[in-house]
T-cell receptor
Framework: DVKVTQSSRYLVKRTGEKVFLECVQD?????MFWYRQDPGLGLRLIYF???????EKGDIPEGYSVSREKKERFSLILESASTNQTSMYLC????????????FGSGTQLSVL | GQSLEQPSEVTAVEGAIVQINCTYQ??????LSWYQQHDGGAPTFLSY????GLEETGRFSSFLSRSDSYGYLLLQELQMKDSASYFC???????????FGGGTRVLVKP
């Protein structure tokens, strides 16, 4: 089975802190994604990557950056955390060119105080 | 841009049939996917339609009409374990990102 692992299930940070969310997949997938999930808003795409060292902005990239130094690892960075970034963050990977089937990690609930 | 509309909540009893509609507006379209998410869990893939018509997988079926920019997920013989949120998602072109709708919360009552 595909496994997508996110480093933390719950995280509490203070406003202004730099935050790193880590994601690792074990299926040699080319494509990786970061979404945030908020009640009533569904899943919104922050950034995605189709290859090592490659990244593309999603629908809500402001306040975030990403890093993909190795194929299996995709990191989301909050440069200066703000309270409106309190959310559930979901990492996903896909092995297909059409990306119709994503495999998700269990998510990181981030609270910014 | 891309936008998807689906109902926010549906309630039904065990054994019933529920249809979750999804309408979309996209600058390009490749296919419509459906995901299930239980409370506290990760979304899991259910089905995918790239062509018009009905795809059946056990108790769940998914339908697509490209000309109407419309699809639905049909849940039959509802069970308590089907209580979850269901999301439709579209990809705008081959290899493109997947954009999700706001989700439909399905509550199954005894």
């Amino acid at each position: 089975d595909v496994k997508v692992t996110q480093s933390s299930r719950y995280l509490v940070k203070r406003t202004g802190e730099k935050v790193f969310l880590e994601c690792v997949q074990d299926m040699d997938h080319e494509n990786m994604f970061w979404y945030r999930q908020d009640p009533g808003l569904g899943l919104r795409l922050i950034y995605f990557s189709y290859d090592v060292k490659m990244k593309e902005k999603g629908d809500i990239p402001e306040g975030y950056s990403v890093s993909r130094e190795k194929k299996e690892r995709f990191s989301l960075i909050l440069e200066s955390a703000s309270t409106n970034q309190t959310s559930m963050y979901l990492c996903a990977s896909s092995g297909s060119t059409t990306n119709e089937k994503l495999f998700f990690g269990s998510g990181t609930q981030l609270s910014v105080l | 841009g891309q936008s998807l509309e689906q109902p926010s909540e549906v309630t039904a009893v065990e054994g019933a049939i529920v249809q979750i509609n999804c309408t979309y507006q996209t600058s390009g379209f490749y296919g419509l996917s459906w995901y299930q998410q239980h409370d506290g869990g990760a979304p899991t893939f259910l089905s995918y339609n790239a062509l018009d018509g009905l795809e059946e997988t056990g108790r769940f079926s998914s339908f697509l009409s490209r000309s109407d920019s419309y699809g639905y997920l049909l849940l039959q013989e509802l069970q308590m374990k089907d209580s979850a949120s269901y999301f439709c998602a579209v990809s705008g072109a081959a290899g493109n990102k997947l954009t999700f709708g706001g989700g439909t919360r399905v509550l199954v009552k005894p």
